[in-house]
């Protein structure tokens, strides 16, 4: 059903601020508040022309919004109101913004941007390769599973021959980042900087706090202790961070 002119014009009003302000992320999340996730995965060009910057974005951004409201006219008060309530970039991948509406677009010369788009329900896991930090792992992945998400770590992926790619690309398909910083392992920092380019909600741990650098201590971070009990507790913290950051309710109660 084709809006009527008043509606029109909402979402032209609406167009300028999603160009502004959105993310992938955030386009997943309408997509998926919508019903509308096939309109914002199968356009042609809406995430490419986002993620480069190309002039063509607010007529890729009026299309989907109007597909979204022509597919039910109740969903233009559900993209007022995700709209209105405020947009946080958490999701940036090719671009990142710091919330003055200014913009910035990446082509990165050490790495290849991946073809796959984001997952809302991916997250990324950076932490030192050592035996040691396999059941802190298993504490995240559970966090995760507790809110529906899915964890990966760099050191399950052979995607490409060189692994700092394959750590790129995780990045960029995540939604959150979860980086251990326990020991000050410099490639956990490499990875927390590529992440917080991206426009990633980076979630720093540690088991000491003087372990996470000076530049990073103005961001909140959790410290746990490597035993059965500690690592419980960061399976309850982690899972109440993710189901803030995603909006997702837990599927079962979280351990505290």
């Known amino acids: 059903m084709m809006p009527n002119e008043a509606a029109g014009r909402r979402i032209l009003d609406l167009k300028r601020l999603v160009a502004e302000r959105f993310t992938a992320n955030n386009w997943f999340e309408l997509g998926a508040l919508t019903n509308a996730l096939d309109a914002v995965r199968n356009h042609g060009r809406l995430l490419r022309a986002l993620q480069w910057g190309d002039a063509d974005y607010e007529g890729a951004v009026f299309q989907v919004l109007l597909a979204m409201v022509e597919r039910d006219p109740g969903n233009l008060k559900r993209i007022a109101d995700y709209v209105d309530g405020g947009v946080d970039g958490g999701g940036e991948n090719a671009s990142s913004s710091a919330g003055s509406g200014r913009r910035i677009y990446i082509t990165p010369s050490v790495f290849e941007v991946p073809a796959d788009q984001p997952d809302p329900s991916l997250v990324a896991v950076m932490m030192p390769f050592d035996v040691r930090f396999d059941a802190v792992h298993a504490a995240i992945r559970k966090a995760a599973a507790q809110v529906g998400l899915t964890c990966k770590r760099a050191d399950n992926m052979w995607e490409n021959s060189v692994v700092i790619q394959d750590i790129f690309s995780l990045i960029y398909r995540s939604t959150i980042v979860v980086c251990d910083f326990t020991g000050k392992n410099p ?20 088991q000491q706090p003087d372990d996470i650098p000076f530049d990073l201590r103005h961001h909140r971070y959790s410290t746990y202790l490597a035993n059965g009990e500690g690592l419980e507790v960061l399976t309850g913290t982690l899972a109440e961070r993710f189901a803030t950051l995603t909006g997702r309710p837990p599927a079962r109660p979280w351990s505290v």
């Open 187 to 206: 490639n956990v920092f490499y990875e927390a900087g590529i992440a917080h380019v991206l426009g990633k909600h980076v979630v720093p741990i540690t």
